[in-house]
């Protein structure tokens, strides 16, 4: 469907640096010249690229598409606060102040979900004066490992840095790419995403990939009034469904999506479906 080019196209748009009072430092990104503001937040070990197919599909006449490096990630750098899912969804704060983000819409993938729900929860007034919707992909409100043996086994390789050496080997960096992906697996998207995962300081990031698993907040998604929509594909093996019907079972405002045959890559197996969310939100 894409080819490694267009996957690894960078978004070509205004480049504002958000600083932290802990000294984070944010890469940020605008495109567009619409009035309605989207912001993405990307998953574990991805950057802004990730968003790249979403950038050149979505209206940017009518919106203005927002997305940054999430703290410790690619351009972005962590400050003394460092890494954890309090001092992250800080900063999601601070990229709507900083954008003077108004009835924005949200979007969290994977990671970005997990730390979406925690901005939630922890700056609701932010929330309920900067946003009027959410979109939660692929992902889920913690406890990541629970009856997930591709995460059990996955995860710690990664925190050891096994994962990252072994998957150099093209053989096995496709098999990771293809365990991540559905139906729709292409030899693009390991050429696309493979260098931009291996290219993270991932012993840095171990608290955040510990908390996806020792953290919780499902009984507490109940105190998120803004509209929620969550949408997950049906073969995703990363966040399997029973998390997105446990997210809609205690938000109070939430409805599912599920995607025939996508895998946890939305953001590149299923762009126009996100789109169409999106916009839906921002209505």
């Not at 999601?92 to 979007?107: I, P, Q, R, S, T």
């Not at 409100?141 to 009856?147: F, S």
């Not at 949408?231 to 405002?253: Q, R």
Request: glycine share 8%; aromatic share 8%.
């Amino acid at each position: 469907m894409y080819t490694t080019a267009e996957l690894n196209a960078p978004i070509d748009g205004q480049i504002l640096v958000v600083e932290q009072e802990d000294g984070t430092k944010l890469h940020t990104i605008s495109v567009g010249t619409g009035s309605q503001d989207i912001v993405m937040a990307h998953g574990y070990g991805a950057s802004n690229i990730g968003w790249n197919v979403i950038a050149t599909k979505l209206d940017l006449a009518k919106y203005r598409l927002i997305v940054f490096d999430q703290r410790g990630h690619a351009e972005s750098i962590a400050g003394s606060d460092g890494i954890s899912s309090a001092s992250m969804a800080s900063d999601y704060k601070a990229v709507l102040e900083a954008y003077d983000v108004k009835d924005g819409v949200l979007a969290g993938h994977s990671m970005g979900g997990f730390l979406t729900q925690k901005f939630l929860l922890t700056y609701p007034e932010i929330a309920s004066e900067r946003l009027k919707g959410v979109l939660l992909i692929a992902t889920f409100a913690g406890d990541v490992n629970k009856n997930n043996f591709q995460n059990k086994l996955q995860i710690p390789l990664i925190k050891s840095g096994v994962l990252i050496s072994l998957i150099r080997f093209k053989m096995i960096g496709n098999a990771f790419t293809k365990s991540l992906v559905g139906d729709g697996y292409e030899q693009a998207y390991s050429d696309a995403f493979l260098p931009v995962f291996s290219a993270q300081d991932h012993k840095a990031l171990v608290p955040i990939l510990s908390a996806l698993g020792d953290e919780s907040y499902y009984d507490q998604l109940k105190n998120i009034s803004l509209p929620c929509t969550i949408i997950v594909g049906t073969k995703d093996h990363t966040t399997p469904a029973f998390h997105t019907d446990d997210m809609h079972a205690n938000l109070p405002n939430s409805k599912v999506v599920k995607v025939p045959g996508a895998g946890h890559m939305l953001n590149w197996e299923a762009p126009d479906a996100l789109i169409a969310e999106l916009e839906a939100l921002a209505a």
